[in-house]
Every structure is written in C-alpha cells, then in structure tokens.
C-alpha cells in the first residue's frame, strides 16, 4: 500500500509520459546521440507524447528533428492534399532536397507513421517500394520511426533500424509515478495498492493509463471499490475481448482431480501472490506461476472449458485461437499474426491465449510438412513467451490431442511447462455433467433415467465413420438438448424417463435421411461387421445394430456390450476386433459387389490395431511369418521412451512392416471366410434391420440362436 500523500497531485500527460518510460527514453537517446536510427514499437496513442519527450532530451544534446507527419502548412485556396502522398512528398524532400542547415546540429528525421506508408498485405504497393528506396537512398540520415505494432511493417523497413524498443504498458516499477492522489482515492481507502492496480493496467501505456484513471467516476473512499475496478477492466478489454464467466466447481461437471490440479497449481499459488506484501517474495512466487499449460485429450472433453473457468477466476480476457485456421489462412503472415495476438494479450492484461490445436502447427519437429511455416510458427511463439515481464498475468494455454505429439522445445521450463490430462469422463463424470444439463435445461430426469443415461454414455459406439465411439462431454450436452427439445415439442413438464432417454439417444434431430439404396449399402455393411463378431470367439456380445444414425453422427453403427473384463485386452481379442474390421467391407463385397468410402475408417482402425499389437505390444505372431519377437521388444522400448523410430535399423522396420501386413491379410481372409460361410444368416439379418432400423440384443437372439447376450440389457420400449 503506498500512502496517498506519497503520490503525484497533478500530472499532465507530458509529465506521465516522462515518469513511466525513463529507461526506454534514455535508450533511445543515446541511440541517436551514436547515429543509430532507432525504431519505437508502440501503439499510436503515445507516439506524439513520447516523441516530445524524446525531443526535448535530444536539444539538451543539440540533435534537432523534423517530423514528417505528412501535415503540410496549407497555403489558402490550395487543396489538401492527402496525409500519405505528403508523407512521401515530406520525405522526398528530406532526402533529396539539400536544404540541410548550415549549422553544425545533427538532425533526425522522425517519421512517426512508419507503418501507414508501408502497410502492405503481401506484397508492396508503388508507394511502399518508394518509400524504402528513399529510405535507404541516404545514409547519412539518421531515422527514428515509429510503428504500432498492430500494423504490418515489411521487413526491409524493418533492417534498416539497428536499435529498437518494443513498449507494452508500464513496468510495475513505474506505476506508482503515474496514479495522482485524486484517482487513489476513487479506489478505495488506506492508499494505493499497486500490486492489485499493476495486475488489471499492465499493458496499458502512460497516455491511455491517465486518461482511464482520469475518467473514473464515483464517490471517493467508497466503502466498496468493486464498482471502480469493474470499470478498469471493462476500459483495458482490448477489441473484442471479455472474461468469461464460468465457474471452475458449478459449470464444469466431474472431473475432480482436474480441478483440484488447476487450484493447487495455478489458482492458489496466484491467489498466494496477491496476498503478499513483500516485493522479494512476490517475485519468487511468479517465478512459479506456470505462464504456459497444455491441455491435452480427446475432443470434446472440455479443455477450452478449463480454460475459460481459469480465465474467470482470474479476472482474464480470453483469445481462443484456432490453430489449423492461424496456420492455413495466412500462408507467410502467420508469425505476424502470432505476434500481434501476443500483443494484444499483453495490452488487455490479465489475459489468456488458448491455442485450439496447437499440434497443428507445433508437432514434433520431423513430422513438418511443406513450407517450414512451422518451423517459424514456434520459432515465433518461443519469442513471445519467452519476452513476457515476470509479473505481466499473460496465460498460454495449447489444446491438443496427445501431448506427445508437441515440438518437445514447447515443453521446456519456463513455456508449457505444465501440462494436465484430460480424459473422457468416467461414469462419476458424466453423472455430474448429466446433473448440470439436466438442471439448466429443466429436464427433471428421474433416478433411473439418469442412471440409465450414465450406463449408455459408457458404452463406445462402433460406427463406420470417423468417430472413436466413445462421448465425451460435449456429446453428453448435445443428449440433453435433444432430450430437451423432445420434451418442448410434446409440451412435457413431467419426468424425463428411461424411454426418453433411449429415443433420444437413437433419434439424431440432424441426421441425414439416408435413400433406400444408401440404406442397403449401410445395412450390408453393419450386418457383416455384427455377424462376424458373432462368429469370432473374443468378440464381445453385440449390444445393438442400428441405421439410424446416433448423435456423434454415425450413419449405421453395432454397438457392444460393456466387456466383463475393460482393463485386460488379451492379443486374442485383439486380433478378433481387426478380424471384425474387415466384416463390413467384406459383406459389401460379397452381397453388392462393391465397395464404398465407409470402410476407409475401418482399415485405418484396423491397421492402427494391427500396428499396436506388433510394435507397442509386443505381441508375437506366428514364427513363420518371419517376424522375430524380439524386435517387437525393442520396438516397444524405443516407443516408450520416445525414441521415435529412427533408432531402429532397416532390417527391424521392414520386419516389422511385414508383419503388420500379414497380419491384416490374414485376419481380412478370415472375415472373407465368415461372411461365406454365414451368408444366409447374413442376409436375413440385413433384411431385418433395413425393416426395424434398430436391432436390439433380444431381437438379434431370436434371429441368431446362438449368439451371445450381452448381460442386463434393458428392452426397448
Ligand atoms: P474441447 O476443447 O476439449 O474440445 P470443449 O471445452 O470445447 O471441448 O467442450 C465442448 C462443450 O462440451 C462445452 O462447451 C460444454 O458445453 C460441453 N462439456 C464438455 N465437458 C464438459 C463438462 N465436464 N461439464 C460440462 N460441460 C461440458
Ligand atoms: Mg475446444
Ligand atoms: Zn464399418
């Protein structure tokens, strides 16, 4: 707390300039004073004050300036000209025109819109390409620019300026110089908490801090300053950026070490901090505040949620980038844009980044493909994070599927040095999640609905299409709004039930209507995925078949009963899953003579099992194959300990490739064999479910005798 007595009276904003930035003016100065030009990246709003500033240092030091702000004195009667082509005009003059004083003072030309002349996507205008011929044209003068970093500056500009100061808001350091005793009134009693003011204007530069501090309104000492400090946030939200409002316990559901992770972590540590009086401590706390987190896990799992609630526990202004779409749609301007994200991160303090999918661009080098964007992309975001201020409250937080996929450079102290796993959720989980959808949406699920609700989420769903079959919250959340609009149609207010339930999670609102001939295509091609499961010993009991599509967006899918057994997966059962893979695009085969794209997903699934069982596993296969057990070993090592593939010789790769592909072979064979063999069987099955579109266990054990049945199965109604 620093006494309000202690603090300025009065400040003009000359003055607050000149309080906040010494160092950076001094820089600057002496970097001119040794004839090198000097570029100011800071945002238009202090350029005219801190070139004052600036200005009155250089006389000291009998440098003059001319300042080529493209304002021409206006003759009367002559038209205005426009601001750049005077700029140019003003420039052109400066460097051909020998006009040069005879007096002995070095000059410097200031051009405080560097940016507008050059500002170019892509490729230079005519204009542009003028202006850094002139630039360059004379080297014996001196220039000071200055850009806002918001704009693009080409970098030839850039080269030409050996000296350059990048200005973000205030250093905490100065703050107390430029609060006045009137604006610590205005927040509350007992003097001026810089650390709690620091943390909310950290990126705000001196002029745009005055003129905030300036405009706040109310009473002085206010009994409570909430109000007051509510107003600085809103006036330091840059752009469209807001904190969210989400709450960590009530809006999250489930996952309970996650959280209690996040709060030992990151929220108390830093709520730890604020309560501190002591600068020495305080610094050694942000020392450990994590600046960079990983989040990773399957889709739809809540990541950007987390981040969201983090983002609202700490008062911050969240950016969500998406990375495919930061890399993709600007080919050559992505590190401009990174850089510019950081930037206004940093102006809108406390703030957090979420990088959606960073493996997009951030994958482990070696695995790039193309241009080397990614290559630049990190290199770029390495920089940003690695200039932040200690004490500025700027978060990353990177999404991704699988953590090992990341460029292992992110991962080093001081970046994304905490990472945290976010998994498909449990039963507890997807209870709680049910709880928080079934109050928000008024459903009023009884006991056995939900109950019921949990069960079914569990289940994975084996579809013919790109899904992994298992829900995550996000699936659970769209069940509930199907459920709800179920209930608005029919004008429901009473129980929701095990019935509604079940319709809503076979009747997908937004599925396509499949023709007939597309039915017959996806009919054939569950059935033979169903009849060879119930022709392999290891294959689990088929729970359901349907063509009527479900809500991940599956067209057709068989799904399985929960297996007695989860954790134990046996090299038999394996093999019987590759085997029943192939069951779908073999009943094409067979029954239409044909072959459709829906299959891909099953080889790709295949192979990747196929893959796991030889190389992961460790899994052997029949001798004969030529394959030798013991580089499955030692596949297994080097993956485990991220060696990666290179360290194995041609030889074992190839062996292993081998492998793999006769394994696929035969287990394809197999299925081929069983489908043949069940043809009739096959048929009969499709026939039925093209006429019920969903094939419960206890209908499929009237039609196939001596199938397995799945245990406790509720009927459908
Ligand atoms: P991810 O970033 O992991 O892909 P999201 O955070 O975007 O997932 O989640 C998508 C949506 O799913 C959320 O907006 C939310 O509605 C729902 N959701 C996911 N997990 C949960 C959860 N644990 N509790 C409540 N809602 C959830
Ligand atoms: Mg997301
Ligand atoms: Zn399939």
Redesign the pocket.
């Known amino acids: 707390m620093i006494p309000e007595s202690e603090l300025p009276d009065d400040l003009p904003l000359l003055a607050a300039v000149e309080a906040a930035y010494p160092d950076e003016l001094t820089r600057a100065c002496e970097a001119l004073a040794r004839s090198l030009p000097v570029l100011i990246e800071c945002e238009k709003g202090l350029v005219g004050f801190f070139y004052a500033a600036l200005r009155t240092r250089l006389r000291r030091r009998q440098i003059r300036c001319n300042y080529i702000d493209g304002r021409a004195p206006q003759e009367p009667g002559q038209m205005p000209m426009a601001l750049v082509p005077t700029m140019i005009a003003q420039l052109r003059e400066a460097v051909r025109g020998g006009t040069h004083d005879e007096d002995d003072a070095r000059r410097v030309m200031v051009l405080p819109h560097l940016d507008l002349l050059t500002t170019s996507s892509g490729s230079l205008t005519s204009e542009a390409r003028e202006v850094v011929a002139l630039l360059y044209e004379n080297p014996n003068i001196l220039w000071l620019g200055f850009r806002d970093p918001s704009f693009n500056l080409p970098k030839v500009i850039a080269n030409l300026f050996q000296h350059r100061i990048g200005i973000i808001g205030v250093a905490r350091e100065r703050l107390a110089h430029l609060v006045t005793q009137r604006d610590a009134r205005k927040l509350g009693r007992g003097g001026l908490d810089i650390y709690k003011l620091y943390k909310r204007v950290s990126g705000v530069h001196a002029v745009r801090l005055r003129q905030l501090l300036g405009s706040l309104e109310g009473e002085d000492y206010p009994d409570d300053p909430s109000p007051v400090w509510a107003q600085i946030r809103q006036a330091t939200l840059e752009g469209d950026l807001s904190v969210p409002e989400l709450s960590l316990d009530d809006?999250?559901?489930?996952?309970a070490e996650v959280k209690s992770k996040i709060k030992d972590d990151i929220l108390e540590i830093i709520a730890r901090k604020e309560a501190l009086e002591d600068p020495k401590q305080i610094a050694l706390i942000e020392g450990l505040i994590p600046r960079g987190m990983i989040?990773w896990?399957?889709?739809?799992?809540?990541?950007?949620?987390?981040a969201k609630a983090i983002a609202s526990s700490l008062g911050a202004a969240v950016q969500i980038v998406n990375g495919p779409e930061l890399k993709s749609r600007w080919v050559g301007e992505s590190e401009e844009n990174l850089r510019r994200i950081f930037i206004q991160a940093r102006q809108s303090a406390p703030s957090l980044i979420v990088f959606?999918e960073l493996d997009s661009f951030a994958a482990q080098r070696g695995t790039y493909t193309g241009s080397g964007v990614e290559h630049s992309m990190v290199n770029q975001l390495l920089t940003e994070m690695d200039g932040f201020r200690s004490n500025e409250m700027v978060f990353v937080i990177g999404?991704t599927n699988f953590v090992e996929s990341l460029d292992a450079a992110l991962l080093r102290p001081g970046r994304f040095e905490f990472q945290l796993h976010?998994p498909y959720?449990k039963a507890d989980?997807r209870e709680?999640?049910l709880k928080?959808?079934d109050q928000r949406l008024g459903l009023h699920m009884s006991e056995a609905a939900l109950t019921h609700a949990v069960r079914q989420t569990g289940h994975p769903i084996e579809g013919s299409d790109a899904h992994t079959g298992r829900w995550?919250?996000?699936h659970?959340?769209a069940l509930c709004r199907a459920l709800a609009r179920q209930r608005l149609r029919s004008a429901r207010t009473d129980e929701t039930t095990i019935t509604d339930v079940e319709r809503a999670l076979t009747a997908n609102l937004d599925l396509p209507t499949l023709t007939p001939a597309e039915e017959l295509v996806v009919a054939t091609h569950e059935c033979g995925h169903a009849i060879v499961a119930l022709h392999t010993e290891h294959s689990p009991a088929i729970d359901r078949i349907s063509i009527r599509g479900d809500l991940t967006g599956a067209l057709g899918f068989v799904r399985y009963a929960d297996p007695a057994h989860k954790y134990v997966v046996t090299h038999d059962q394996l093999v019987d899953s590759i085997t029943t893979l192939f069951g779908g695009r073999e009943a094409e085969l067979e029954l239409l003579d044909q072959l459709t794209i829906g299959s891909a997903h099953d080889l790709e699934r295949a192979t990747v099992l196929a893959k796991a069982l030889i190389e992961t596993f460790g899994m052997r296969l029949d001798p004969d194959a030529g394959h030798d057990a013991r580089d499955a070993q030692v596949a297994l090592e080097v993956r485990d300990f991220g060696g990666g593939h290179q360290e194995l010789s041609e030889r074992t790769l190839e062996s292993l490739d081998a492998s793999i592909r006769s394994l696929l072979d035969r287990e394809r064979t197999r299925a081929r064999q069983i489908i043949r063999e069940h043809r009739d069987e096959l048929v009969a099955l499709r026939d039925l479910l093209l006429e019920k579109k969903v094939i419960d266990a206890k209908t499929l054990s009237e039609q196939v005798p001596d199938a397995k049945h799945p245990p406790e199965t509720p009927a459908l109604e």
Not at 297 to 306: N, Q
């Open positions: 809006d999250i559901g489930g996952y989040f896990g399957p889709p739809g799992t809540g990541k950007t949620l987390f959606d999404t976010i959720p989980d709680a999640i928080i959808y995550s919250g996000d659970i959340q």
